[in-house]
């Protein structure tokens, strides 16, 4: 029986070559890697930034005076009615008051 008979591949692999491209692979997915991870830290970073380092607009700090202004002021809301606002310490007193002599 001659060689080319026998049905099957008879020379050797070329393991040369095999090795490279393995390698090439292994380089490959390890350049991916850190590409993948540094930019997911940057992106992290900059919505870190945006979220709680940026600086706060002139809006938003007006919005929080008005805010501590009616939480911590009286005012009259309807003077008809003798409706009024209080300040939030003062009402969380009476309410505190309030409970402990209904005991």
Do not use: W
């Not at 049905?7 to 590409?35: D, M, N, W, Y």
């Not at 992106?43 to 008005?66: M, N, T, Y």
């Not at 009024?84 to 009402?91: K, Q, T």
């Amino acid at each position: 029986m001659s060689e080319k008979a026998s049905g099957f591949e008879t020379s050797e692999p070329r393991s040369g070559a095999i090795a490279l491209i393995g390698a090439g692979i292994v380089i490959l997915l390890a350049l991916v890697i850190v590409g993948v991870e540094a930019y997911y830290d940057r992106a992290r970073d900059q919505q870190i930034f945006v979220k709680q380092l940026q600086p706060v607009s002139e809006d938003l700090k007006a919005l929080h005076a008005r805010e501590d202004t009616d939480l911590n002021s009286y005012r009259y809301i309807d003077r008809a009615k003798g409706a009024v606002r209080i300040p939030i310490n003062r009402a969380m007193d009476l309410l505190i008051e309030e409970a402990h002599a209904k005991r």
